[in-house]
C-alpha cells in the first residue's frame, strides 16, 4: 500500500513545474485584467503596448493595452498666475499627469520702470491628430515636464515682455485694453522684437524765466520746456511688419485659447502718485467745473440783464407803439373830424347859400307882393282917398269910447267941487273929452269927414 501512494505522489520536479505553470496562469489573468483602462472625457491618451507599438486614443470609454502603459494628457492647459499661489505649483485636479500650473501675481516691470504684481490666466489646448500628439509626447514626455519646460516659462517671458510695450501711467491712462489685446496676440502669434529709445518730447506749455525783470513780460526760454522720455519700437522686417520671436510650442500643434490679464497691482510708490495725481486731477476737474459754473453764472448774468433789456425794449417798444397807434387814431380822428368839420362848413355854406338865395328869393317875393299890396292898396286908397279904411276906423273908434262910457261907475249927475273952472266928470265934459279925442284920432289918421268932390270922379 505504501509503495502504490509513493507511486502516485508527484515527483518534485513536477510540482515545481505545476506550481510555476498556475503562477504564470495567475500572473497572465491579472495582466490582463489590468490591461484595461477608462478613457474619461476631455483627455488624450498615449498609449504604448508590449510590442512597442503606440496609439492615440480620444474616444471615451474602456480600452484595452496588453501589458502596455499609458499616460493622460488633457486636451486643454492652464497657466495662470494668482494671489495666493506657490511658486512654479503644479497642483493635480485628479492625478499627477492631469496638471495644470497656478503661479503667485507675476513680478513685471513697465516701461517707465514702474513694477508691479500681475494677475493672469492662459489656456492652451494641445493637438488631438495622432501625428502631432505623437510629435508632442515624444519631446516632452509628460503633461508636467511640458508645462514646466514649455508654457510657463512662455507666459511668464510674453508677460514680461509685453510690459515693456507700455508704460505704467499709460495702462492705468485707458491702456488697459491694449495691453491685454497685446498680450493676447503675443501669446497666440509670437513676442515682438522691440528696441528701446530715448526721445526728447518739448512741451506745450513753455516755461518762462523771470531772472531778467528789464526783458518784462518778453523773458527768454530756459529749457525747462523738453523733457525724456523712452519708446519702445518695434523691429520691422522687409516688408514693413514686425518681427516676431515664434512661440517654441506653437511647432507642436500647441494653440492659445485664451489669455487674459486679470488684475495689476503696482508698487506703492507708484500707487501714491498715482493718488496724488488722481487728487491733482480731481481738484482740477472741481476748478473745472467751477470755473464752468462761474462761467454759466456769467453766461447768467448777461442772459438776465439781456433779458431784461430787451424786456424793458420791448415794454418801450410795445409803449411807443400804443403812443404812436394812439397818436395815429388822434390824427386820423383829427383828419376825420377836420374833413366832417369842413364838409358840415361846406354843406352848412351851401346850405346858407341856398337858403340865402331862398331867402332872396323870398324876399324878392314878399317885396314883390309887398310891392303889389301896397301898390293895390295904394291904388285903391287913392280911388276913394281910403274911405273904406278910414270909416272902418272911425267906427272902432267911436265903440272903443261908447264901450268905454258905458261903463263909467259914476252918477248921472256930477257936483263940482266949487272951484271955478275945474272940470266935475259930467257927461257934457265926457263928451267934449271924447269928442276932442276924435279929432286928434281922426287927425292921426289922417283923412277928412268931408266927401271929397273929386272922388267921385
Same mark, same amino acid.
Given at each position: 500500500?505504501?509503495?502504490?501512494?509513493?507511486?502516485?505522489?508527484?515527483?518534485?520536479?513536477? /510540482?515545481?513545474?505545476?506550481?510555476?505553470?498556475?503562477?504564470?496562469?495567475?500572473?497572465?489573468?491579472?495582466?490582463?485584467?489590468?490591461?484595461?483602462?477608462?478613457?474619461?472625457?476631455?483627455?488624450?491618451?498615449?498609449?504604448?503596448?508590449?510590442?512597442?507599438?503606440?496609439?492615440?486614443?480620444?474616444?471615451?470609454?474602456?480600452?484595452?493595452?496588453?501589458?502596455?502603459?499609458?499616460?493622460?494628457?488633457?486636451?486643454?492647459?492652464?497657466?495662470?498666475?494668482?494671489?495666493?499661489?506657490?511658486?512654479?505649483?503644479?497642483?493635480?485636479?485628479?492625478?499627477?499627469?492631469?496638471?495644470?500650473?497656478?503661479?503667485?501675481?507675476?513680478?513685471?516691470?513697465?516701461?517707465?520702470?514702474?513694477?508691479?504684481?500681475?494677475?493672469?490666466?492662459?489656456?492652451?489646448?494641445?493637438?488631438?491628430?495622432?501625428?502631432?500628439?505623437?510629435?508632442?509626447?515624444?519631446?516632452?514626455?509628460?503633461?508636467?515636464?511640458?508645462?514646466?519646460?514649455? /508654457?510657463?516659462?512662455?507666459?511668464?517671458?510674453?508677460?514680461?515682455?509685453?510690459?515693456?510695450?507700455?508704460?505704467?501711467?499709460?495702462?492705468?491712462?485707458?491702456?488697459?485694453?491694449?495691453?491685454?489685446?497685446?498680450?493676447?496676440?503675443?501669446?497666440?502669434?509670437?513676442?515682438?522684437?522691440?528696441?528701446?529709445?530715448?526721445?526728447?518730447?518739448?512741451?506745450?506749455?513753455?516755461?518762462?524765466?523771470?531772472?531778467?525783470?528789464?526783458?518784462?513780460?518778453?523773458?527768454?526760454?530756459?529749457?525747462?520746456?523738453?523733457?525724456?522720455?523712452?519708446?519702445?519700437?518695434?523691429?520691422?522686417?522687409?516688408?514693413?511688419?514686425?518681427?516676431?520671436?515664434?512661440?517654441?510650442?506653437?511647432?507642436?500643434?500647441?494653440?492659445?485659447?485664451?489669455?487674459?490679464?486679470?488684475?495689476?497691482?503696482?508698487?506703492?510708490?507708484?500707487?501714491?502718485?498715482?493718488? /496724488?495725481?488722481?487728487?491733482?486731477?480731481?481738484?482740477?476737474?472741481?476748478?473745472?467745473?467751477?470755473?464752468?459754473?462761474?462761467?454759466?453764472?456769467?453766461?447768467?448774468?448777461?442772459?438776465?440783464?439781456?433779458?431784461?433789456?430787451?424786456?424793458?425794449?420791448?415794454?418801450?417798444?410795445?409803449?411807443?407803439?400804443?403812443?404812436?397807434?394812439?397818436?395815429?387814431?388822434?390824427?386820423?380822428?383829427?383828419?376825420?373830424?377836420?374833413?366832417?368839420?369842413?364838409?358840415?362848413?361846406?354843406?352848412?355854406?351851401?346850405?346858407?347859400?341856398?337858403? /340865402?338865395?331862398?331867402?332872396?328869393?323870398?324876399?324878392?317875393?314878399?317885396?314883390?307882393?309887398?310891392?303889389?299890396?301896397?301898390?293895390?292898396?295904394?291904388?285903391?286908397?287913392?280911388?276913394?282917398?281910403?274911405?273904406?279904411?278910414?270909416?272902418?276906423?272911425?267906427?272902432?273908434?267911436?265903440?272903443?269910447?261908447?264901450?268905454?262910457?258905458?261903463?263909467?261907475?259914476?252918477?248921472?249927475?256930477?257936483?263940482?267941487?266949487?272951484?271955478?273952472?275945474?272940470?266935475?266928470?259930467?257927461?257934457?265934459?265926457?263928451?267934449?273929452?271924447?269928442?276932442?279925442?276924435?279929432?286928434?284920432?281922426?287927425?292921426?289918421?289922417?283923412?277928412?269927414?268931408?266927401?271929397?268932390?273929386?272922388?267921385?270922379?
Amino acid at each position: 500500500m505504501s509503495e502504490l501512494t509513493s507511486s502516485i505522489k508527484p515527483s518534485s520536479g513536477a /510540482l515545481v513545474k505545476i506550481i510555476v505553470a498556475i503562477v504564470f496562469i495567475l500572473a497572465l489573468i491579472i495582466g490582463l485584467f489590468n490591461s484595461f483602462f477608462y478613457a474619461e472625457p476631455g483627455y488624450i491618451y498615449h498609449v504604448r503596448t508590449l510590442f512597442g507599438k503606440e496609439e492615440v486614443v480620444t474616444e471615451v470609454g474602456y480600452k484595452f493595452y496588453p501589458f502596455g502603459r499609458y499616460n493622460s494628457w488633457k486636451r486643454a492647459m492652464t497657466v495662470q498666475a494668482l494671489q495666493g499661489s506657490s511658486g512654479n505649483a503644479i497642483r493635480a485636479e485628479k492625478d499627477s499627469d492631469n496638471t495644470s500650473a497656478s503661479l503667485p501675481p507675476m513680478s513685471i516691470m513697465f516701461l517707465d520702470q514702474v513694477d508691479a504684481h500681475a494677475e493672469a490666466t492662459v489656456r492652451f489646448a494641445i493637438p488631438s491628430d495622432s501625428e502631432s500628439f505623437l510629435k508632442l509626447a515624444h519631446e516632452y514626455r509628460s503633461p508636467e515636464n511640458l508645462l514646466r519646460t514649455a /508654457l510657463m516659462p512662455a507666459f511668464k517671458e510674453t508677460l514680461q515682455a509685453n510690459a515693456s510695450l507700455m508704460s505704467a501711467e499709460e495702462y492705468y491712462s485707458g491702456g488697459r485694453t491694449q495691453f491685454n489685446s497685446e498680450f493676447e496676440n503675443q501669446m497666440s502669434n509670437g513676442i515682438f522684437l522691440v528696441k528701446r529709445e530715448e526721445v526728447q518730447v518739448r512741451s506745450a506749455k513753455q516755461a518762462k524765466s523771470s531772472a531778467n525783470a528789464s526783458l518784462g513780460t518778453q523773458q527768454e526760454q530756459y529749457g525747462e520746456d523738453s523733457k525724456t522720455v523712452f519708446v519702445v519700437q518695434k523691429v520691422l522686417d522687409d516688408d514693413g511688419l514686425p518681427k516676431r520671436k515664434t512661440q517654441r510650442f506653437i511647432n507642436y500643434g500647441i494653440t492659445v485659447v485664451s489669455a487674459l490679464v486679470t488684475d495689476m497691482r503696482p508698487n506703492q510708490k507708484f500707487v501714491e502718485r498715482m493718488q /496724488l495725481k488722481q487728487k491733482a486731477s480731481a481738484d482740477r476737474a472741481i476748478a473745472r467745473e467751477q470755473r464752468v459754473q462761474e462761467e454759466e453764472q456769467r453766461l447768467l448774468a448777461i442772459a438776465r440783464g439781456e433779458r431784461e433789456v430787451a424786456e424793458r425794449q420791448a415794454k418801450a417798444k410795445v409803449e411807443q407803439i400804443q403812443k404812436t397807434t394812439e397818436a395815429e387814431t388822434d390824427k386820423q380822428l383829427a383828419i376825420t373830424a377836420g374833413e366832417k368839420f369842413r364838409e358840415q362848413a361846406t354843406i352848412a355854406k351851401e346850405t346858407a347859400q341856398i337858403n /340865402l338865395e331862398k331867402a332872396k328869393i323870398e324876399a324878392e317875393t314878399k317885396r314883390t307882393l309887398a310891392e303889389a299890396e301896397a301898390y293895390q292898396k295904394r291904388v285903391i286908397l287913392e280911388a276913394d282917398n281910403a274911405l273904406a279904411q278910414k270909416l272902418d276906423a272911425e267906427i272902432e273908434i267911436q265903440k272903443l269910447w261908447a264901450d268905454a262910457f258905458s261903463k263909467r261907475k259914476v252918477p248921472s249927475t256930477v257936483f263940482g267941487s266949487g272951484q271955478s273952472g275945474a272940470p266935475v266928470g259930467s257927461d257934457a265934459e265926457v263928451k267934449a273929452f271924447m269928442q276932442m279925442l276924435t279929432l286928434d284920432a281922426a287927425k292921426r289918421l289922417n283923412y277928412d269927414r268931408d266927401i271929397n268932390k273929386s272922388s267921385g270922379k
